[in-house]
C-alpha cells in the first residue's frame, strides 16, 4: 500500500523544523495570503510580513463552536485593521495561541482553508508548548519568592530585599498589592487564555510606568501585582493607583474581558515581610467592591465596611437582628418600611432627599418614619439610633439577607 504525503504538508514540516519564522512563511505562501502566529493573549510571535506593532486586538461577532473550528474577526492594532480567518492552536482543549490569516474577502470560505490551517496548527502546537515550558521554568523560582511574600514565609528584609534585586526589584520602596480577578472557567473550556489576555495588558501598562519586570503571580482566575510606590504620601499613592487601575480596567473593557474583571488594592506598606496584609486586604476590597459597587474599591477607604465584612456572621446576625429584627416581624410583604428606612439612612436622614429618591410625598413619609419609630421603640433622630440603623443596613449589604433572619 502507497502512503502519498501532500507536498504542502512536506513542506510544512520541514518549514517548522526551522522555526515560527520559516513555518509562517511557507504558510503564507501556500495560502496566498499573510499569516500572523500569537499567544493566547495576542502577542506577535511570527508573521509572514514585517509589521510595526508587537501585539493587536481582535473584535468578532461570530461565536467560536470548538477548538478546532475556524473562526472569522477583525485584527485591530494602531496602525492596521483587517479581516482574518483564525485558527486556535488548543492541544488537549488549553488555548497555547493563534494563526490568523488576514484576507480582503468578506465572506472567505472555511472549508477550503480549514485542513492546511488544521496542520499548520499542530505544528504550531510544539513551538508553542516549547514556549509555555520554557517560560514556566523561568517562573518558577521567581512565583516560588513571590508567594512566600503574600503568605508571609518570609521574615527578613534584607533578605526579601537581596533576592528582590536579581529580579531587578526594589523593595526597599513602600509597595501595595492589587488583585485583579476573572471569573472561574469551566475546565472544559478554551476561557483559560483570559488570563494572558489580562496578563498582558497589566504587564504592558505597568512597564509603561515602573520597569519592565513585573512582579506578578496568575494563580488561576487571579492575577496578583506587587507595584512600588513612587511617594510615601497616602492621597498621591491613592490617585497614582486609581490612573493606573483604571487605564486598565478602560482597556479591558475593549476586549472579550469586557464586564468581566474586578480589582481590589491593598494597602502600602514600607516593610516587605508585611506584604501578605496588603493581599489579604487586597482580597477583601475586591469583594467589597463588587457588593458595593464601586469599580476600583481601595481597603484604606472601606472604612465601617472592612471591618463588618471580616467580623463573625453570628455577631454581625444578632447585631442586624437586634436593630431591624422587629421592623422585619412588623413589616408587609413588600418590605416597604424596610425599603424606607434604608432610603432614609441613604439620604443622611433628610426628609426632603428622601422623599424625592423615593418619589412620595413628604407628608406620607412623614407618617411612614413615624410608623417605623412606634415599631423600633427608638426615635429617629437620636444618634445612637441612627448610628445603628447605619450599621445594620450595612451589614445588609455585606451579607445576604435571608443569612441574617434565618
Request: charge should be negative.
Amino acid at each position: 500500500m502507497d502512503f502519498k504525503v501532500p507536498d504542502y504538508m512536506q513542506e510544512l514540516a520541514l518549514a517548522s523544523g526551522q522555526g515560527l519564522d520559516q513555518l509562517s512563511a511557507v504558510l503564507a505562501r501556500i495560502l496566498d495570503h499573510p499569516v500572523l502566529i500569537s499567544s493566547s493573549a495576542y502577542k506577535l510571535f511570527s508573521s509572514s510580513s514585517h509589521y510595526d506593532f508587537e501585539s493587536f486586538h481582535i473584535y468578532s461577532n461570530q461565536p467560536r463552536t470548538g477548538s478546532d473550528a475556524l473562526f472569522t474577526c477583525h485584527i485591530l492594532t494602531d496602525t492596521m485593521q483587517s479581516l482574518a480567518l483564525g485558527r486556535v492552536v488548543a492541544p488537549f482543549g488549553r488555548t497555547l495561541g493563534y494563526i490568523f490569516m488576514l484576507t480582503d474577502d468578506d465572506s472567505p470560505d472555511p472549508t477550503h482553508f480549514k485542513p492546511l490551517l488544521d496542520y499548520a496548527a499542530s505544528l504550531c502546537a510544539v513551538h508553542l508548548q516549547n514556549r509555555l515550558e520554557l517560560k514556566q521554568e523561568q517562573s518558577k523560582f521567581k512565583n516560588a519568592f513571590l508567594y512566600d511574600l503574600i503568605y508571609g514565609n518570609l521574615k527578613r528584609n534584607d533578605e526579601i530585599i537581596a533576592t528582590g534585586e536579581l529580579w531587578g526589584w526594589n523593595f526597599r520602596r513602600p509597595h501595595t498589592i492589587m488583585v485583579f480577578l476573572l471569573p472561574e472557567p469551566d475546565f472544559y473550556t478554551t476561557e483559560w487564555h483570559l488570563m494572558d489576555v489580562l496578563s498582558r495588558i497589566v504587564e504592558q501598562n505597568f512597564i509603561e510606568i515602573y520597569y519592565k519586570n513585573p512582579a506578578v503571580i496568575l494563580r488561576q482566575n487571579e492575577l496578583i501585582l506587587f507595584v512600588p510606590m513612587q511617594t510615601d504620601k497616602p492621597a498621591v499613592q491613592t490617585e497614582e493607583l486609581l490612573v493606573f487601575a483604571d487605564k486598565i480596567l478602560s482597556q479591558v473593557q475593549n476586549t472579550e474581558l469586557k464586564g468581566l474583571a474586578a480589582c481590589g488594592v491593598g494597602q502600602a506598606y514600607s516593610e516587605a515581610t508585611v506584604l501578605f496584609r496588603s493581599y489579604q486586604e487586597a482580597k477583601v476590597a475586591l469583594e467589597m467592591g463588587k457588593l458595593l459597587g464601586i469599580p476600583i474599591p481601595f481597603f484604606r477607604d472601606l472604612g465601617l465596611e472592612r471591618i463588618l465584612y471580616k467580623h463573625d456572621l453570628q455577631d454581625l446576625k444578632e447585631y442586624y437582628l437586634h436593630v431591624l429584627g422587629e421592623l422585619h416581624k412588623q413589616d408587609d410583604q413588600d418590605s416597604s418600611l424596610v425599603t424606607i428606612l434604608e432610603s432614609f439612612a441613604e439620604n443622611q436622614f433628610d426628609v426632603g432627599k428622601t422623599a424625592k429618591a423615593l418619589f412620595m410625598h413628604p407628608n406620607t413619609l412623614r407618617y411612614r418614619l413615624n410608623k417605623i419609630e412606634n415599631i423600633l421603640g427608638k426615635p429617629l433622630t437620636d444618634n445612637h439610633a441612627r448610628l445603628d440603623i447605619m450599621a445594620a443596613f450595612k451589614i445588609k449589604r455585606l451579607h445576604t439577607i435571608e443569612t441574617l433572619l434565618a
